[in-house]
């Protein structure tokens, strides 16, 4: 399959998803996780019409976004280390996966230094995977006003990764906690938390059947992904 067919596919994905939610698909951003593909798997994209990428680790992101299409605006979707938090301020115009206040602080700092504000997403592990990054639920909303008095951040909402299953309808409770979770942040806060990150190439449908208003597509844009195009020791997940 193209790429081209590939993206028709998954805008129809969409498309019907948000008919069946009685949603406008307007409302639902495509963001094209292009990890460990090329710039010029980028630039392809880009030509038919894609705007929003994602990417996980920095080291790849600094040789890429540079080399691909002005156009491209960037996400950064993963765990991002504090030490390259001065780098991803510099590249990504928003943090996905923001996990702690220590890298809130940190982040901050630079967005300081860089004279610059720094939009996030909090990253929420729902199940409480141990194996993900992510603030346990009942931790966010604790955490909520210190992470929101940082005044070169702003939190425009919330990104959860579902546990993996063969059954979509698995990561559907986690979605809905997802929601509920950022209606009551909002409400605490007294300001609209409007983004909610969450759902991927197996379980689209679901998550925009819960409020999804972006969804970050690799597989099945792409197709399998190439080991990393990019790879140094120590740079994250
Ligand atoms: C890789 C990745 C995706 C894309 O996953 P696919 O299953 O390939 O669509 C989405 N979100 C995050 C955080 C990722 O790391």
Redo the contacts with the bound molecule.
């Keep these: 399959m193209s790429l081209a067919e590939n993206l028709a596919r998954v805008q129809e994905r969409i498309g019907a998803a948000c008919a069946r939610a009685g949603r406008d698909p307007a409302d639902v951003t495509l963001l094209a996780?292009s990890?460990n593909h090329p710039a010029s798997t980028v630039a392809e994209a880009v030509g038919l019409g894609v705007t929003l990428f994602?990417e996980?680790r920095i080291q790849e992101a600094k040789v890429k976004i540079p080399a691909s299409p002005g156009r491209a605006r960037w996400h950064f979707?993963?765990h991002l280390q504090s030490n390259k938090a001065r780098e991803a301020v510099a590249l990504f115009e928003m943090i996905e996966g923001l996990d702690s206040l220590d890298l809130a602080a940190e982040l901050q700092k630079q967005a300081e230094k860089q004279a610059k504000t720094v939009r996030v997403l909090a990253e929420i592990n729902v199940a409480g995977e141990s194996s993900k990054f992510g603030w346990n639920p009942d931790r966010f909303l604790e955490q909520l006003a210190d992470l929101n008095a940082f005044p070169r951040l702003e939190l425009h909402g919330l990104m959860t990764?579902a546990p993996y299953s063969a059954d979509p309808e698995r990561a559907r409770p986690v979605f809905r906690r997802l929601r509920e979770l950022r209606d009551e942040a909002a409400s605490r806060l007294g300001a609209p938390l409007p983004v909610l990150s969450m759902g991927?190439?197996?379980d689209l449908e679901v998550a925009i059947g819960e409020g999804a208003t972006v969804v970050?597509?690799?597989?099945?844009l792409f197709g399998p992904?190439p080991k990393a195009v990019v790879r140094t020791e120590g740079d994250g997940a």
């Design positions: 996780v990890k994602g996980n979707i993963g990764v991927m190439s197996g970050r597509v690799g597989t099945a992904r």
